[in-house]
């Protein structure tokens, strides 16, 4: 018995000390304190925590329809959809991102992230310190996305837009990439338009998948200016660079002439957006040139538009695209023929590089919860040249292997998008 | 005639109950802060995370937590975007480093002890529950 006469002599207590508060406040006081320390607890518990960790998660599967050359080539969208099977890699990953705040005016950011095809091996994407000069100007320094596009800063975040995949066409030109440098970015107003204004200056390398080099980028500085009004937003992005390209290595050995060695590049990006909440569009525009020996990289446009309505959980879209090379014309023959068609080696590159295509893409979008949605995208391309002058455009095959010809190229994907 | 008449008459009751579905909600700041209204454009830059001072004085965002219903009001009547759109539009922000999302609080008694002690928060409330030590800086319909 003896925690029943604990609890005895406990409720004796509790009965002798409340009717001697109850003298100096009356209930609604009491009340009124115990909520003011609840609040403070609360305040306490809900202070902005050191390390904030938010992440995404895109699972995305493709596959195209039978897409063939004139000589019976088997072609797959950019070199790894065809229609054997679901790809279920290309477009899957993970990522992480820390971001803690070191004082009232300095910030650590990492983002880590892990591709499918890449068997989910760990990439920073973005890893910086940054630091507020004041509050409308921040410094940065370390590794970023490249600003290059309207969207491009969030590319591997599939829950920030409506496709599955961004329009390749506008998307593909710059393998979207990392690169480490510093930048500044100034947050103003005139009137009610919110600016972003971003400085930076840095350097890359990029992989040349088409002819197995890499294009090394120093003292790449640009601006880019992100403006919002209302419903409406603007986009607008120039940068350019020094580019070192060897192509000594590549076979059959007779395209040294054309290595590039710290040549002027550019690339230039617009962008406009419109979102009422319901009713929404966007429409971009690109340009890629290189100075080139012999004038060999072919000017690359590219641009798409798309329009969506949401309504409840769905969001459809459709959504119009485009790539495009400059002129053959343009092209300087180098005097060096490559057998065995005797080719000259500036046109045998300006071929592997120029692209044209257009597409179709009808999509949407099913908002399960806030942080899940699933998606479903049908994307026809077609138009890969005209009598002059047939590219792949997005397509690859075997050495040799020519424009889509057979069949009508289809791609479809399915995706589950979720931030958290 | 009747029918005219009876659409006539019902239209300003529809629209009577349209705008008595809207909730009256107050964006509100501690009574010692600098800042003393915000215009609709600045609450709508704000919320959104394109506004991290207000004539010079710093200035931090507070919200409900997730799936709280004054919060689903609140960014419905202010951006005309629901609880979907508005996770979609921080995930742009948040993964580039441009902006955080305001800080959650766990409750309504939370944000009024929140803005109330700084001088520097800027939280919501239904109109009709905003303490006598807080401002009112903006009303959204």
Known sequence: MPRLSHVLSGLALVATSVPALAEELTLEQRLAAAEERLASLETRKSEAP??????????????????????????????????????????????????SKISDKAEAVVQLLGRASDDFNVDVQWAYVGYDLTP???????????????????????????WIELPSEQYSVIPLDTMEGIDLTWQTRTGNISHSINVFWGGMQVDDTTNGTTFDVQNQHGINVR???GNWSGWYSFSNSEVTLDLSTVPPGLFTSL????????????????DNGSLFAMAERGRLNLSTPFDWFPQTDSGYVTVGY?????????????????????????????????VDASFVLFSSYAQRQKSWTLGTRYDLTPGVALKAEATHMYDF??????????FSGAVGSGTPDKGEPWVYRLAVESVF | M????????????????????????????????????????????????????????????????????????????????NADQMRAHWARLIFTGKAKP?????????????????????????????PANAKVLLIIN
């Open chain 1, 50 to 99: 050191k390390v904030a960790i938010n992440g995404f998660i895109t699972f995305a599967m493709e596959k195209s329809s039978l897409v063939e050359d004139a000589a019976g080539n088997d072609l797959s969208y950019l070199g790894s959809v065809d229609n054997e099977g679901w790809n279920l890699n290309r477009l899957t990953r993970a990522g992480l991102q820390f971001n």
């Open chain 1, 259 to 274: 290595s590039m060695d710290k040549r002027y590049a550019y690339f230039t990006g617009l962008g406009v957006q419109y």
């Open chain 1, 385 to 394: 040249g005209d009598d002059d002058f047939r590219t792949q455009g997005l």
């Open chain 2, 2 to 81: 009747k029918r005219l008449l009876a659409l006539l008459v019902s239209l300003p009751l529809a629209l009577i109950t349209q705008s008595a579905l809207a909730e009256r909600i107050a964006i509100i700041a501690g009574e010692q802060a600098p800042v003393s209204n915000l215009t609709l454009t600045e609450a709508q830059q704000l919320f959104s995370g394109q506004l991290r001072s207000v004539d010079g004085h710093a200035v931090e965002a507070l919200d409900m937590p997730g799936n709280d219903n004054l919060r689903n009001a609140f960014y419905q009547q202010l951006l005309g975007r």
């Open chain 1, 310 to 342: 949401r309504h409840g959980k769905w969001t459809p879209h459709l959504t119009w695209a485009m790539i495009d090379h400059g002129d053959t014309s343009e092209v300087d023959a180098s005097g060096v023929p490559i057998p065995p068609a005797n």
């Open chain 1, 136 to 162: 409308g100007l921040t410094a940065r320094a370390g590794r970023f996305v490249l600003p290059f596009y309207l969207h491009s800063q969030y590319t591997q975040v599939g829950y920030a837009y409506p």
């Open chain 2, 102 to 130: 305001p800080r959650e609080v766990a409750h309504s008694d939370e944000m009024r002890a929140q803005v109330t002690r700084s001088n520097n928060m800027i939280g919501y409330l239904p109109a009709d529950k905003v």
């Open chain 1, 227 to 229: 403006s919002e009004w």
